[in-house]
Nanobody, 124 residues
Framework: VQLQASGGGLVQAGGSLRLSCAASGRAFSSYGMAWFRQAPGKEREFVSH????????FYADSVKGRFTLSRDNAKNTVYLLMNSLKREDTAVYYCAARPGAVGDFRSSRTYNYWGQGTLVTVSS
């Protein structure tokens, strides 16, 4: 599986962005998908996860109520809609995929495939 993240950019605080992650491979619809982010000088952290069917989503407390994760299995793509952006959301955002549902979905170690990252910069 290859993942291609896009949609990052510069936005003012309070604004919105939508990130996309396009996947190659036929097995996409069976993969759990997630977004992580890494700010300068900090460790990579969990943002959101969506199960293979799209029926359940999970969010870090820091983004709950502001971010929405969805997927379109027909297009092999997941979308992260980010509203009410804050300066502290500034980071490189990575999409990740894992087959099945083994292990803690909040841990980056449970994901087999990673996109290249897309930079989100929120200015005040």
């Amino acid at each position: 599986v290859q993942l291609q993240a896009s949609g990052g950019g510069l936005v003012q605080a309070g604004g919105s962005l939508r990130l996309s992650c396009a996947a190659s491979g036929r097995a996409f619809s069976s993969y759990g998908m997630a977004w992580f982010r890494q700010a300068p000088g900090k460790e990579r952290e969990f943002v959101s996860h969506i199960v293979w069917s799209g029926e359940s989503t999970f969010y870090a407390d820091s983004v709950k109520g502001r971010f929405t994760l969805s997927r379109d299995n027909a297009k092999n793509t997941v979308y992260l809609l980010m509203n009410s952006l804050k300066r502290e959301d500034t980071a490189v955002y990575y999409c990740a995929a894992r087959p099945g549902a083994v292990g803690d979905f909040r841990s980056s170690r449970t994901y087999n495939y990673w996109g290249q990252g897309t930079l989100v910069t929120v200015s005040s």
